[in-house]
């Protein structure tokens, strides 16, 4: 008589490891407290390319926002649209809405035959703080020229136009340029786009790692002088107030370290290169742009570069009853 056959035990379930949450970067002191903390990702590339320092997750995709725009701005040349000097910062920019902006901005629709009510962006006020008080004092309203992203917006109307290319629909993916835009990413960061969404001024937002951001910074650096990447670099280089605002660490950065090629985005995302091709990028898990300038700092500080640009960067002070009574700092 044969063996009841006896079931085998079913293997035990294994429940999935939690995810890793990304490493503190900034902490928030008053008054000797600790009061808050600031997680993110942080990628330092040396010049050969490779990379030197990995925080957190350096290779999953993020939404770079503005930090795209100088590749948005090199798809603009590559469309074949003549723009340099200050017209060609504007159209990388995510400027703060100061006069001269909005001064540029009207300018280049002029000169294209176009008015602000072709751009495509969203009303809005100055970026700047000093300069929304004073424009509503004015009696000002919202409007699309004010708007951060209008000179990127009118810079590919003005390219839609000199192609012949639809105007009605330049904001949608599948637009030619668009299409420019998608490969000029690509090839900059060497790797594939694998999530597209809408940026809040309503451009295509085409996503990359931190890794590839970086890289793509470094790409944008090293290219020869004539090509579009090149050429967009350095007109933001030379006019960085155009590309930032009076008030904005971009523009101090730009200034104050020549050669470097340097744009923040929403939710707390900064893209850096230097002119050596060492270059850096990261993102503040919580979005809080308070922690940009600390952790700027520090991380130009592990690059080498000079300590009174490194730290001007970096101070954020806390305060409390109009002094500083804390600081928000880098912790890595």
Request: charged fraction near 20%; aromatic fraction near 4%; glycine fraction near 10%.
């Amino acid at each position: 008589m044969s063996e009841p056959v006896v079931p085998a035990a079913a293997p035990p379930v294994i429940p999935p490891l939690p995810p890793v949450a990304p490493p503190v970067l900034a902490e928030v002191v008053r008054s000797g407290f600790v009061e808050g903390r600031h997680r993110g990702s942080l990628v330092l590339l040396a010049a050969d390319g490779t990379v030197d320092l990995a925080l957190g997750d350096v290779t999953s995709p993020v939404f770079p926002r503005s930090s795209n725009k100088p590749m948005q701005a090199a798809g603009v040349l590559r469309a074949g649209l003549e723009l340099s000097g200050e017209r060609l910062a504007l159209a990388a920019a995510s400027h703060s809405g100061e006069p001269f902006h909005r001064e540029l901005v009207a300018a280049m629709l002029r000169e294209h035959g176009l008015t602000e009510a072709d751009l495509q962006c969203p009303p809005d006020l100055p970026l700047d703080g000093e300069e929304r008080e004073t424009y509503l004092a004015s009696g000002a309203v919202r409007s699309r020229i004010a708007m951060n992203c209008s000179g990127k917006h009118t810079a590919m109307l003005a390219a839609s136009l000199h192609r012949g290319w639809p105007l009605k629909t330049y904001l949608d993916p599948s637009h030619p340029l668009q299409q420019l835009i998608h490969g000029v990413v690509e090839e900059a960061s060497g790797e594939r786009v694998t999530a597209t969404a809408t940026d809040g001024c309503g451009a295509p937002l085409l996503s990359l790692s931190l890794t590839g951001l970086a890289r793509a910074y470094r790409t944008f650096v090293l290219s020869p002088p004539t090509t579009p990447e090149r050429r967009v670099a350095d007109a933001m280089r030379a006019h960085p107030e155009y590309v930032a605002g009076t008030h904005r660490h971009d523009t101090w950065l730009m200034r104050d370290l020549p050669g470097a090629l340097s744009k923040m985005g929403a939710e707390a995302v900064q893209a850096l290169a230097l002119p050596d091709g060492r270059a850096l990028a990261f993102k503040i898990e919580d979005g809080a742009p308070r922690a940009l300038r600390p952790v700027l700092g520090r991380a130009l500080g592990l690059m080498g570069v000079d300590g009174a640009v490194a730290e001007r960067i970096g101070a954020v002070p806390v305060l409390g009853g109009g002094r500083e009574v804390g600081e928000i700092r880098a912790v890595f």
